[in-house]
């Protein structure tokens, strides 16, 4: 059911019993070891899922909703890191401060380790003080 839905992000977690819940008093509790095993099995599954979702985002035009700057670089360019509105992380480097902006991007490539996206902003010269969108605005 999982890889028929095509999740690109899955939050995994067990169930943990809590005494005076309804919950803890229900027949059949899996044990630790099949819960272990079921996340285990589901991480791996999650891995492979979003690294396709991803994957299937390269070439795309998208916007993104952009944090702060996680690193400066030279001539006051920052690498950025920020959210596609599915929430796929994508980092891409520009000058000026764009935490709060909804800027779009095209997607160029993969991370290595398949964890995010990377890309060009589409206007890397935008005037910041005339934004697209601002979440202030929102």
């Not at 899955?10 to 008093?25: L, M, N, V």
């Given at each position: ?53 991803l994957s299937a985002m390269l070439g795309q035009m998208t916007k993104v909703l952009w ?67 601002s979440v202030k605005q929102l």
């Amino acid at each position: 059911f999982i890889k028929a839905i095509g999740f690109g992000h899955i939050h995994i977690f067990s169930y943990s019993h809590r005494a005076g819940t309804r919950a803890a008093k229900l027949a059949g509790q899996v044990s630790s070891e099949i819960k272990k095993a079921r996340s285990k099995a589901l991480s791996e599954l999650a891995k492979i899922l979003k690294k396709e979702a991803l994957s299937a985002m390269l070439g795309q035009m998208t916007k993104v909703l952009w944090e702060s700057g996680v690193e400066p670089l030279a001539n006051n360019r920052y690498r950025y890191s920020g959210y596609t509105g599915n929430y796929h992380r994508v980092i891409s480097e520009a000058s000026g401060d764009l935490a709060g902006l909804i800027l779009p991007i095209k997607i160029i490539n993969l991370s290595s380790d398949g964890q995010y996206l990377t890309g060009d902003i589409a206007l890397p010269n935008l005037p910041l003080k005339q934004p697209l969108i601002s979440v202030k605005q929102l």
